[in-house]
């Protein structure tokens, strides 16, 4: 399957999850808090390369792959390299400079659930959301155990690594995850034409 197909399907895919989170949200009345970008500073986000890959085609297309690329290789820091903090002072206050390209892991924390140890559907927020909005958030939890619908992880990465099972399967730290979907599309265009109806700027 070439890159172009490939990045259709994750933004098929994520439209559809899109529409799912809507519909959860409106009935739970859950929401993230504006402007805050607390879980994004958390250092140990997971994520796979493949849902990345339309942000890594995006900056292809945009000629700006390869110098992010060199920026990742060079990153200390373990902090998602697309999080915009407002200031140094306020790190936990900030948004994502690529939100139209955000990921998977991106779109499902807050209003995903997983499955415990005894198949119940428990609801993967932050601790944000399970203070400032508590009534809202044990409403829902309820209403999740009597089946309302709530996107799960497993389901989405089950159809994710369907698009590509290596790149879907390999879970990574977030940077490590961004640099490896540009590795993937410059190496996929290394040998290639660029895409039809694009300008060669890359």
């Not at 995006?58 to 999080?83: D, Q």
Request: glycine share 6%; aromatic share 10%.
């Amino acid at each position: 399957m070439s890159i172009e197909r490939k990045v259709r399907s994750v933004e098929q895919l994520f439209f559809g999850l899109d529409q799912e989170i809507s519909k959860f949200q409106n009935e739970s009345s859950l929401r993230c808090k504006a402007g805050c970008g607390k879980c994004c500073t958390h250092p140990d986000v997971d994520a796979s390369p493949l849902e990345f890959l339309p942000w890594a085609f995006h900056l292809f297309l945009n000629g700006a792959a390869e110098k992010t690329l060199a920026e990742l290789k060079i990153k200390s820091t373990t902090i998602c390299h697309v999080y915009r903090p407002l200031s140094l002072l306020e790190n936990a206050k900030g948004s994502c400079d690529d939100y139209m390209y955000r990921g998977l892991i991106c779109r499902l924390f807050g209003f995903g659930a997983n499955r415990d140890k005894y198949g119940a559907l428990r609801l993967a927020t932050c601790k944000v959301i399970k203070e400032s909005q508590a009534t809202a958030y044990g409403n829902a939890q309820e209403a999740i155990l009597k089946e309302m619908q709530v996107p799960i992880f497993t389901d989405y990465y089950m159809r994710l690594s369907q698009i590509d099972y290596h790149l879907g399967s390999i879970i990574l730290p977030i940077n490590k995850a961004l640099k490896m979907a540009i590795e993937e599309v410059l190496q996929y265009y290394a040998y290639r034409p660029f895409p039809k109806g694009h300008k060669n700027i890359a």
